[in-house]
């Protein structure tokens, strides 16, 4: 049956859209409720399955499309949330959740972050005359950050030695400040840093599957 993905999404239910190549248009809507019920697969404006409830999403289920490929969906835990696995013949959609590529960038785009917020509040701890500020901050901070910079520009060039690097820094400091008998974490601090290395630390295995793939082409090319 034909349908409208974008009145659809106007009736309130969360929707993601994803190519089925990478730089191909926007082919495929997946629909939902707030609890993950009646999961809608479109795809060229066709709704190909319904997915009633939140254990058949956890379970896993696909249909088979036009080209003879096969579409899969599934509701994973990754981490400390959920994604959905978009895939085509086993491997994620481009800009899927669980895509390689949207790990990794997702990992170094966080380390950039990290690395802003250092520099910036580094310069505001140094200019200004907060003691509450410079307690935590310093020169020191912008240097830090310029080296988490540099690292992030590795890992984004698929360099697992560099996310490695960065993780190592941060726990370092993270057991340098627990170990600070003038310094506080609260509990919230301790459970973003856990959040944030828990994202970082998927960066590994979209590296290895990113390079993978990087060499099965080569060896395609080859023969």
């Known amino acids: 049956m034909a349908v409208q993905p974008d009145l659809l999404e106007h009736a309130g239910k969360p929707i993601k859209r994803y190519p089925l190549e990478i730089g191909g248009p926007i082919r495929v809507h997946i629909l939902w409720n707030r609890r993950f019920t009646d999961t809608r697969v479109i795809v060229d404006g ?7 409830s939140r ?14 490929s096969r579409l899969g969906v599934k509701l994973a835990r990754a981490a400390f949330f959920y994604e959905f696995q978009v895939t ?7 800009d899927s959740d669980s895509h390689p590529e949207t790990i990794l960038k997702s990992a170094y785009r966080l380390i950039f972050f990290i690395a802003g917020m250092s520099i910036l509040f580094g310069l505001a701890a140094t200019l200004s005359q907060a003691e509450s500020l410079q307690q935590v901050a310093g020169p020191w901070s912008v240097g ?4 988490l910079l540099l690292l992030g520009l590795l890992v984004r060039k698929r360099s697992a030695v560099a996310l490695g690097l960065v993780i190592g820094l941060l726990v ?3 057991l340098s400040t627990l170990a600070d008998p003038q310094a506080s974490l609260s509990l ?3 459970i973003t840093r856990v959040f944030f290395l828990a994202i970082m630390a998927r960066g590994f295995g979209a590296i290895r599957v990113l390079k993978e793939r990087e060499r099965q082409l080569r060896m395609a090319d080859v023969f």
Request: proline share 5%.
């Open 172 to 174: 370092l400091d993270a």
């Open 88 to 94: 085509r013949n086993g491997f994620p959609l481009p």
């Open 144 to 147: 830090t950050g310029i080296v």
């Open 46 to 52: 066709l709704s190909l399955l319904t997915v009633h």
């Open 188 to 190: 919230l601090g301790i």
């Open 55 to 68: 254990a058949e999403l956890r379970e896993g289920r696909s249909v088979d499309l036009q080209d003879g």
